[in-house]
C-alpha cells in the first residue's frame, strides 16, 4: 500500500530529502513502484525515503537523482542530512534552502564561490585545510564532492538567476598556483558569458569605502518569495532569517551593485588578470 502521509520538511534531518524525492517523482509522473523499479529496489525503500522514516544510501540518491533529472539535488540533500563533509555548523541548513532558490545574491571576498571553482581549485583550497588541521583527508574529499554536487542545481529548470560580486581580492589571489587560476578565471568567464541567469559584477580595491561588506554575505529568495540571510564567521555560519535585517543586507547589496563597473567592465577586468596569469 503506497504511503501518502505528508511530513514537515522542517520536522527532521532526513525530512527535506524524502520531501524533494516525492515531489520529484510526482512530477515525473511515477508512482512508488514505478520509481523503484527504475532505480532497482523494493518499494518500501521509496516509502521510507519519502517519509524520512530510515536512511537510505548515497546510491539510491544518485540512481534516484539519475532516474527523476533532478540534477544532484537529491545526492546534494543526501550529503546535508548525512554531513558526511563536516560541514560547518549552519551551513547544512543554509544549502538546504540554496538548493530550492529562485535569485541568489553573492558577495565574496578572497575566494571564487563554491558554486563557480573549477575542481582543481577547490582542491587546492581544501588541500590547504587539511594542511592548517581545518578537516581531515577525508572530510576534504566529501566536501570536494558535496561542492562539486552542489553546483549542479544552476542546471535545474528553471535555474535560479545568480548575482555574483566578487570582491577584487578573488581574482588576484593565486590559489593553486597561475595555471590554476588562469583556469578558474576562464570558468567564470564562460559561466557569465554562457548563461543569462549569471550576472557577475568585480567590486575593485578603488571602490574603497563604498564597498557595501566586511565580509562575505549570501541573500536568497526562496518559496512564496520569503528572502533569507547567510554569512559567516571562522567557525560557523549563520543563517539569518529576521527580515529587518535581511531588508538591511538587501539594501546594501543593491547600493552595492550600483556603484560596481557594470558587467561588460567587470568581465574586461576577469580578463585581463587571467591574460597576466597564462599569456
Not at 25 to 45: D, Y
Not at 104 to 131: K, M, S
Not at 200 to 207: G, N, S
Not at 243 to 268: H, I, K, N
Request: proline letters at 5%.
Amino acid at each position: 500500500m503506497v504511503n501518502i502521509r505528508e511530513i514537515d520538511p522542517e520536522s527532521s534531518r532526513w525530512a527535506p530529502f524524502g520531501v524533494l524525492l516525492r515531489r520529484s517523482r510526482q512530477a515525473a509522473g511515477l508512482t512508488q513502484g514505478q520509481l523503484a523499479r527504475r532505480i532497482g529496489c523494493h518499494p518500501s525503500t521509496i516509502s521510507v525515503a519519502e517519509t524520512a522514516t530510515k536512511q537510505v544510501s548515497r546510491r539510491f540518491a544518485e540512481k534516484a537523482d539519475e532516474v527523476l533529472g533532478t540534477h544532484g539535488s537529491l545526492t546534494l540533500m543526501w550529503l546535508q542530512a548525512s554531513n558526511s563533509a563536516g560541514l560547518a555548523e549552519g551551513f547544512a541548513e543554509f544549502t538546504k534552502h540554496e538548493t530550492q532558490a529562485t535569485e541568489i545574491r553573492l558577495f565574496e571576498i578572497g575566494l571564487i564561490p563554491g558554486l563557480f571553482q573549477t575542481r582543481a581549485y577547490a582542491e587546492a583550497e581544501l588541500a590547504g585545510a587539511v594542511d592548517l588541521g581545518e578537516v581531515t583527508a577525508d572530510q576534504a574529499e566529501e566536501r570536494l564532492n558535496f561542492r562539486m554536487a552542489r553546483q549542479k542545481f544552476l542546471e535545474r529548470t528553471p535555474p535560479p538567476l545568480v548575482f555574483v560580486a566578487l570582491d577584487e581580492s578573488a581574482l588576484r589571489w593565486r590559489l593553486g598556483g597561475p595555471a590554476v587560476m588562469a583556469e578558474q578565471l576562464q570558468r567564470l568567464e564562460d559561466l557569465a558569458e554562457g548563461l543569462p541567469n549569471v550576472l557577475v559584477q568585480v567590486v575593485p580595491f578603488t571602490m574603497g569605502v563604498h564597498r557595501s561588506f566586511r565580509s562575505a554575505v549570501t541573500l536568497l529568495t526562496v518559496g512564496d518569495n520569503t528572502q533569507l540571510g547567510y554569512t559567516e564567521t571562522l567557525h560557523r555560519g549563520f543563517l539569518e532569517r529576521d527580515r529587518a535585517t535581511v531588508v538591511t543586507w538587501r539594501r546594501r547589496y543593491d547600493r552595492l551593485q550600483v556603484d560596481a563597473p557594470p558587467r561588460a567592465e567587470s568581465l574586461a577586468m576577469i580578463r585581463s588578470i587571467r591574460k597576466e596569469l597564462a599569456p
